[in-house]
C-alpha cells in the first residue's frame, strides 16, 4: 500500500523558514516524479515543485523560484521542501504527490497518490 506522510508543517512569522518531508512507503520510487502542491481554502490546488527521484532534476512555479528547494534523500525515501523567504500568501495546506507517466508535470490532476496535507501558516 502506497503511503505519502508529510511532515514539518507549523507556524511561522514573515521572513522565516520550514522544513516540509514527504515520507514515501509502499513501493519503489526510483521511476517516480515527485511533486508538492498547496491548497488555499476556496481555491484549486496549486503546483509548488517537482523532482525526479532518478536524476533530481526539478521544477519550480514562478512563486517558488528562488525561495524553495525541493530534494529527495533517497537512503531515507524521503522528499523534502525546504521554504525560506515565507509570506503570509505562502499559508496553505501542503501536500506532497507521486506520479509515474507524466514527468514533472504541474497538473494536479496527473499525480496517482497523495498525502493527507500538512498545515503551513505563516503570519505578518
Known amino acids: 500500500q502506497v503511503q505519502l506522510v508529510e511532515s514539518g508543517g507549523g507556524l511561522v512569522q514573515a521572513g522565516g523558514s520550514l522544513r516540509l518531508s514527504c515520507a514515501a512507503s509502499?513501493?519503489?520510487?526510483?521511476?517516480?516524479?515527485m511533486a508538492w502542491f498547496r491548497r488555499v481554502p476556496g481555491k484549486e490546488r496549486e503546483f509548488v515543485a517537482a523532482?525526479?527521484?532518478?536524476?533530481?532534476?526539478?521544477n519550480y512555479s514562478d512563486s517558488a523560484k528562488g525561495r524553495f528547494t525541493v530534494s529527495r534523500d533517497n537512503a531515507k525515501n524521503t522528499v523534502y521542501l525546504q521554504m525560506n523567504s515565507l509570506q503570509p500568501e505562502d499559508t496553505a495546506v501542503y501536500y506532497c504527490?507521486?506520479?509515474?507517466?507524466?514527468?514533472?508535470?504541474?497538473?494536479?490532476?496527473?499525480?496517482?497518490?497523495w498525502g493527507q496535507g500538512t498545515q503551513v501558516t505563516v503570519s505578518s
Open positions: 509502499g513501493r519503489t520510487f526510483s521511476r517516480y516524479v
Open positions: 523532482i525526479i527521484w532518478s536524476d533530481g532534476r526539478t
Open positions: 504527490a507521486a506520479n509515474y507517466y507524466y514527468g514533472r508535470s504541474m497538473e494536479s490532476i496527473r499525480y496517482d497518490y
